[in-house]
């Protein structure tokens, strides 16, 4: 049996106060979590278990104080404060409430994405115990929105336990609510594995209504109205034959989140049909329509007007990918699945969901289909030209759509008053389409050119960029401040 030996403080709380709107939810709270304690939170509903919860997570953003981990090198992570420092936490277990989990992963998807997050790599027959402790091992490949709701909380609870299981420094295990919808049988085997891990050193902060549970804690905070008070648990007294700590590697959160998303989208692609679709469509459209069209052949103003129409039109299908909401958003708000992501990936959760949601692969592919589409009317030569440049602005829309993807997720985020507002923020992404029509339209005329000045194909698409940067940094940044 894997022993830490660790038996200091484990996390620590400063005078958190925690706000819902308008509302104070916690206030002036004052805590230290031990190595090998379990530590339940007991309340009325809406007393702030679970903000107390999310608020160690890193979740929620604090009016007043700082939350803090103990690192495996024994250094202390500001998690969060109210100034806005925050970190990563180090290796944890996380059960939120509302589960956290997309129901377009499978079972077993999950739960190797919660312990592959941070670095742990278990052996396949520890991965089939586990699953067989829970009884879901026979589910393992099934996707998650076909299981019933006390085996989707088994997987929620389970994600949030097996990661503590198998590290091997002390760590912490936050589960909030985990015996709801629970079974006896699933009763039993968390009660025992919660003994099991606290008996190992880890520490466990558990927000439940579950008397059984709240009588083997080895401490108790009661939240009633704002105020606190603390009481002594019997501790826990089951036990359980759990598989030992396993080998670690540097983690890569980011390449879990994109590795995850990656292995969704692959079995059920709604992002790339949602995005291709309407693109498909407005070349279709934008063929009708330059059907009509006669473009001269010299270098008139109305050659001008029509190379600017052509220009638009070749760009508008790779531009409607870039704007399109991606289907990640949505299923990141699945379930909750979202605030997992984000107490799994600290301060890089918003950018790293803005770059993996966008729309990186299309633009290049379609912009360049587009063209062979409408350029029938376009000479030789400056069609050669145009091809040779076609990638620059091409690649600029996939900045566009990093920044579009920054929108959609911070309107996401907020409530559905302002969302309405927050949207019209896309509007401004038609600035940088409008510079990317003048650099093209400008090397279908008077060829590429790398002067700087304003008006030149180089720094129209500069421009470009710089405002979708623009756009995606006060979207991902601002929010968290």
């Known amino acids: 049996m894997t022993r830490v030996h660790r038996r200091g403080d484990m996390l620590r709380i400063s005078n958190l106060e925690v706000h819902r709107g308008s509302r104070v ?32 997570a890193g979740i929620l953003p604090l009016t007043s104080g700082k939350i803090e981990w103990m690192s495996p090198n ?17 290796l944890m277990g996380l059960t939120l409430q509302s589960d956290g989990i997309c129901g377009e992963e499978t079972v077993e998807e999950r739960l190797m994405t919660s312990i592959g997050i941070f670095g742990l790599d278990p052996p396949e027959q520890d991965i089939t115990s586990i699953l067989s402790d829970w009884g879901l091992e026979h589910r393992r490949g099934d996707r998650v929105s076909q299981l019933s709701g006390g085996l989707k909380r088994r997987l929620s609870v389970l994600s949030g336990l097996a990661p503590v299981v198998l590290s091997s420094n002390p760590s912490v295990a936050l589960l909030d609510e985990p015996s709801e919808g629970l079974d006896s049988a699933a009763r039993k085997t968390l009660s025992s594995w919660i003994g099991e891990l606290s008996s190992r050193g880890h520490a466990i ?31 826990p007294t089951g036990s359980a034959k759990l598989p030992d700590a396993c080998s670690m590697h540097d983690p890569s959160p980011i390449l879990s989140l994109a590795k995850w998303a990656l292995n969704v989208e692959r079995r059920n692609p709604i ?34 007007i029509g190379y600017d129409l052509i220009a638009a039109l070749v760009l508008v299908p790779a531009f409607i990918t870039a704007v399109v909401s991606p289907a990640l958003v949505r299923r990141l708000s699945d379930e909750g699945c979202g605030r997992w992501w984000t107490a799994m990936l600290g301060p890089m959760a918003r950018p790293a969901n803005s770059v993996i949601s966008a729309s990186i692969i ?26 040779r440049w076609l990638w620059l602005p091409a690649i600029v829309i996939i900045d ?42 400008v090397i279908m005329t008077s060829g590429m050119s790398f002067d700087l000045e304003i008006g030149s194909p180089l720094s129209s698409c500069i421009i470009a960029s710089l405002t979708a940067a623009m756009v995606w940094t006060v979207a991902v940044f601002l929010p968290e401040y």
């Open 25 to 56: 939810v916690l206030s002036g709270l004052e805590l230290q979590v031990a190595a090998g304690e379990v530590l339940a939170l007991e309340g009325k509903n809406g007393s702030g278990k679970t903000s107390l919860i999310e608020s160690c």
């Open 74 to 90: 024994g250094k202390w992570l500001t998690v969060r404060d109210s100034e806005g420092r925050r970190e990563r936490p180090p």
């Open 205 to 235: 902060i558990v927000a439940t209504h579950d008397q059984e549970l709240i009588t083997e804690s080895t401490r108790v905070i009661s939240i009633d109205s704002g105020s606190f008070s603390e009481s002594r648990g019997k501790g």
């Open 271 to 304: 992002d790339t049909i949602g995005r291709l679709t309407p693109a498909i469509l407005a070349l279709l459209l934008s063929f009708t329509i330059l059907g009509g069209i006669d473009i001269p052949q010299d270098a008139s103003v109305s050659t001008h």
């Open 362 to 387: 299309l633009p290049i592919p379609l912009t360049y289909v587009s063209w062979f589409v409408l350029s029938g009317s376009i000479p030789e030569e400056t069609s050669d030209e145009v091809l």
């Open 400 to 441: 566009v759509s990093c920044a579009a993807s920054a929108l959609h997720l911070l309107v996401a985020d907020l409530r559905r008053s302002s969302a309405v507002a927050a949207s019209l923020l896309l509007a401004v992404l038609v600035w940088p389409f409008l510079e990317l029509m003048d650099a093209l339209s």
